[in-house]
């Protein structure tokens, strides 16, 4: 099956995962190498009779009663999506074109902002290579969730959110590399310090007018009072100091091939500590709450669980048991309320092992 998969032709069958979860539907296409070598590290599964069809050369029976898609899929497309979209900055009409992106990105966010939340927590490390595109997705949920939780205007909202999904233009690519071997040169240190300008030169060059989106990209690694780069500036917009905060949070809390990721809680203490209590880093914190869907919890009843689902607090969410009261893992899941004394949250959960092989679909009720 592997050898039919060819970069920049159409998929003549779904491929899935080995829980059966869809990563690209028969049709879509492939763009480049790196996507490709994702998904043959994911492990590749394909319906027998599209596998069939395919060779045959005709159309599959289940073509017209396709599983319908859930909100993890909408959140898989959209990783290749907004790589179309940065590969078509010198075609005419960008700008619109990442309007109308930002826009569907954040429709997908309000259909579960719990989800949305979930995906940005627990990160499949298998997509390393894809890094630079998931951060854009992942800083671009926190830009909208933190702005809208100040009370920023849509208008100022949809120009972060727009912000976030352009500020790496120039080292998309970059970034995967970096994240999936734990390696730099010089040279690649150097174009990293640069790419803030180089990213906001794209978007002028594409007809991008609207300058509280380009000076957030420009600025988004400066600091107040200096020590940023690349210009050192002492002073920074409120929106790139956001973009800023938003970028380092999703850092910190993202694994890479060096090391690995930091503990939602100590990335909240270390966030509000350096921002001296920005208002948009407290919207952060607020937002993702001190367990966030995603992390993996100990139970008082002795259950591995993951959350799932926010809380009346933010200390008592809504999980899914992942083993039994001795630890054993389960075939099924069972929604805990830690409000609830027998089920409160002990500590969070070192060993990760088996909630990583757990799928999110069926954490979330979508699948046995």
Request: hydrophobic share 45%; glycine share 8%.
């Amino acid at each position: 099956m592997a050898s039919q998969l060819k970069v920049g032709t159409a998929l003549p069958f779904g491929v899935r995962d080995e829980q059966g979860k869809l990563l690209l539907a028969r049709g879509q296409v492939i763009h480049n190498e790196t996507q490709l070598a994702v998904l043959l590290a994911r492990g590749l599964y394909a319906d027998q009779e599209e596998l069939r069809a395919a060779k045959d050369g005709r159309t599959s029976a289940a073509d017209g009663q396709r599983r319908k898609l859930t909100l993890f899929d909408l959140w898989d497309q959209a990783v290749p999506r907004l790589e179309r979209l940065h590969k078509s900055i010198d075609e005419p009409g960008f700008a619109a074109r990442c309007d109308e992106f930002a826009m569907q990105l954040v429709e997908l966010m309000s259909r579960d902002l719990d989800i949305a939340i979930f995906l940005s927590v627990r990160q499949d490390a298998r997509r390393l290579p894809m890094y630079g595109l998931t951060h854009a997705l992942h800083t671009a949920l926190v830009c909208q969730l933190l702005a809208t939780r100040i009370g920023w205007p849509p208008a100022r909202c949809g120009s972060l959110v727009k912000a976030a999904l352009t500020m790496n233009l120039a080292i998309i690519e970059l970034q995967g590399r970096v994240a999936a071997t734990g390696r730099i040169t010089e040279a690649q240190r150097a174009q990293i310090q640069q790419h803030p300008t180089r990213a906001a030169e794209q978007l002028r060059d594409a007809g991008v007018a609207d300058e509280d989106w380009v000076q957030a990209v420009l600025q988004h690694h400066e600091q107040v009072g200096g020590g940023g780069y690349p210009h050192q500036l002492a002073e920074v917009g409120e929106a790139a100091a956001a973009l800023r905060l938003a970028d380092v949070f999703l850092a910190k809390i993202s694994a890479r091939a060096d090391r690995p990721a930091l503990p939602i809680q100590d990335a909240a203490r270390q966030l509000f500590a350096q921002s001296q209590g920005n208002a948009a880093a407290a919207a952060i914190i607020k937002e993702y709450g001190i367990f966030p869907p995603g992390q993996v919890v100990q139970l008082a009843s002795g259950e591995q669980a993951v959350v799932v689902r926010r809380g009346a607090s933010l200390q008592t969410p809504i999980v899914a048991a992942i083993t039994d009261k001795s630890g054993m893992p389960t075939t099924t899941t069972l929604r805990r309320d830690t409000a609830q004394p027998g089920y409160a949250i002990k500590a969070a959960a070192t060993d990760l092992a088996l909630a990583q092989r757990v799928p999110p679909e069926r954490l979330y009720g979508l699948a046995e």
